[in-house]
């Protein structure tokens, strides 16, 4: 009887195959690691990929571990990784069958103390004051009396209830608040969410928009605040065309926007002192400026009273402006009626001199001269006339008579275009005759020395012309290679031909053909009249 069980294994162990193993350990894994933290150094971090995981490394001095972030739980982090951030990462560990790998799942991800906190708030610092984010140019000064401030902070803590109590009592006005949370995850993306909506809102809109925002919070540490360090926050701030005050923390709290904001306010308290001011305190100068400027007026009336006064005593009197006018006055309304009799005595002498001229026998002899010219006037007419209707007539005659001959002479001058115009066309058909002959003269002188100078004369004494595959000519042996194929022209056809191998000094060897060389294809003879002159071409005509 065998020691060996059937299968001719010498052990009892039980037969895996690769992917039960595999599975074995992955759940061993998994069981002994469901929940572990590790502190290491990120390395390889490219950002996440385009499914939205993210996949880097841990690693210390001595080992280095893989790593993955899925997309859900990379959207819920409140640190964004960094590479070369030291962090503590909180997950499981597992396996990847395909490549015999173990990784670790990380959850959560924070950074390893608040000396890595510190540096990373101080490097995201520099890199935005890079941008000129943090520049004090670009901040914008507050309003002095705003109608609508807006908040953005928690509604249950007593933030809210400082600032709304400190504007109670200095400047009562308009406050909208936005409840976000101030500290968590996803803090940061409500208060920049928040800051950009206070902005979206239209001047003249159903909810009115702020002339001030205010963004608040209370006290705490470092990892409480870190919310407001988010970049996200930084920018949504410094993009605000509302002025904005930051409010987090206390005085000795600095964060992010506080550097982007406007201005910073040591408390939530002091914010709402900066937003508004003090109505008493308006008051009281309002009625102080009242009081100097009724003081001023009537100062000012007093001087312009005494000063009208001191130019009304320089001024003559109204009967002294008066006197020379009035006189004037006087005299020319007691000298109107004198003058009126003397234009009307003066008026009547001119009408007695006019009527003394005009009497009836004057107008009698003007009106019979004026017949008499209208008669004279009349007898010319009439010769006029008469002398124009006897040069009409003689013109009518003479043209009656000058169109009775018209056709004879139409005649006349017709015979003699037609002639002149036979002895064009037996010009212009000599001319054309002589013209052809002379074009045909010149066109065989041409062809003759065309054919004088063809290379088929000189293929009639013997030569060949060699030609490549393409057809071009070949003017040296070493153009041609052993094999090639080529054409050879000769003054009565053409063959095809294969270069062979070329010998020392110029000679070339016929190379023997392997097999029976394929039958040479010829091309017809040219007839012998290709060489000859061209036939002469006829006459057009």
């Known amino acids: 009887m065998s020691m060996f069980p059937d299968n001719d294994s010498p052990t009892n162990l039980a037969e895996y195959s690769v992917s039960e193993l595999s599975g074995s350990i992955k759940r061993t894994v998994e069981q002994a690691f469901d929940q572990v933290r590790v502190r290491g150094e990120i390395s390889g971090y490219r950002g996440p990929h385009s499914s939205g995981h993210a996949y880097f490394s841990l690693k210390d001095d001595r080992a280095r571990i893989d790593a993955v972030i899925w997309k859900g739980s990379f959207s819920r982090l409140r640190f964004r990784p960094e590479e070369g951030m030291e962090v503590i990462a909180t997950g499981k560990i597992t396996t990847f069958p395909g490549s015999s790998k173990y990784q670790i799942v990380i959850e959560t991800l924070e950074p390893a103390g608040a000396g890595a906190l510190m540096a990373l708030l101080e490097e995201r610092r520099r890199k935005l004051a890079a941008e000129g984010l943090f520049d004090t140019g670009r901040k914008r000064p507050l309003p002095f009396m705003p109608h609508v401030i807006g908040v953005v902070t928690s509604p249950t803590g007593a933030v809210i209830r400082d600032i709304l109590h400190r504007i109670a009592d200095r400047f009562p006005v308009h406050v909208l608040v936005w409840p ?195 008669a004279d006037a009349l007898r010319r007419v009439d010769r006029v006339v008469e002398r124009r209707l006897d040069q009409g007539r003689s013109r009518v005659a003479a043209l009656d008579a000058s169109l009775r001959t018209a056709p004879s002479r139409i005649l006349a001058k017709a015979g003699r275009s037609r002639d002149r115009l036979a002895g064009l066309v037996l010009r212009a058909d000599a001319a054309l005759a002589a013209d052809f002959a002379r074009r045909k003269a010149l066109l065989i002188g041409q062809d003759r020395v065309l054919q004088s100078l063809s290379y088929r004369n000189v293929l009639r004494r013997g030569y060949a012309l060699v030609r490549d595959e393409t057809g071009q000519a070949v003017k040296q042996a070493a153009d041609l290679s052993e094999g090639t194929a080529m054409t050879v022209e000769f003054s009565d056809g053409t063959i095809e031909a294969v270069a062979g191998k070329r010998a020392q000094g110029g000679d070339t060897l016929p190379s023997a053909p392997a097999t029976k060389p394929a039958p040479q294809k010829r091309r017809p003879a040219k007839p012998a009249e290709a060489a000859a002159d061209p036939p002469k071409q006829g006459s057009l005509f």
């Open 180 to 374: 976000v949370k101030v500290q968590g995850e996803g803090s940061g993306e409500e208060v920049a969410a928040a800051i950009r909506g206070f902005n979206a809102l239209q001047p003249g809109g159903g909810i009115p928009r702020p002339d001030v925002l205010i963004v608040a919070r209370g006290g705490g540490s470092l990892e409480d605040l870190w919310s407001f360090n988010d970049e996200i926050v930084v920018r949504a701030a410094a993009a605000s065309a509302i002025p904005l005050i930051s409010a987090v923390g206390h005085e000795t709290d600095w964060t992010l926007i506080d550097h982007a904001a406007d201005r910073r306010a040591p408390t939530p308290t002091g914010a709402a002192e900066m937003a508004v001011p003090v109505r008493a305190d308006l008051e009281a100068a309002v009625s102080a400026l009242a009081a100097r400027l009724r003081g001023a007026a009537s100062r000012q009336m007093d001087g312009r009273r005494q000063a009208v006064r001191a130019l009304a005593r320089a001024l003559p009197s109204l009967d002294q402006l008066l006197a020379l006018p009035r006189r004037r006055f006087d005299e020319a309304a007691a000298g109107l009626g004198r003058g009126l009799r003397m234009n009307t005595v003066n008026k009547r002498r001119a009408f007695e001199r006019v009527a003394a001229h005009v009497r009836p026998e004057l107008l009698s002899g003007r009106m019979a001269e004026r017949r008499q010219r209208l």
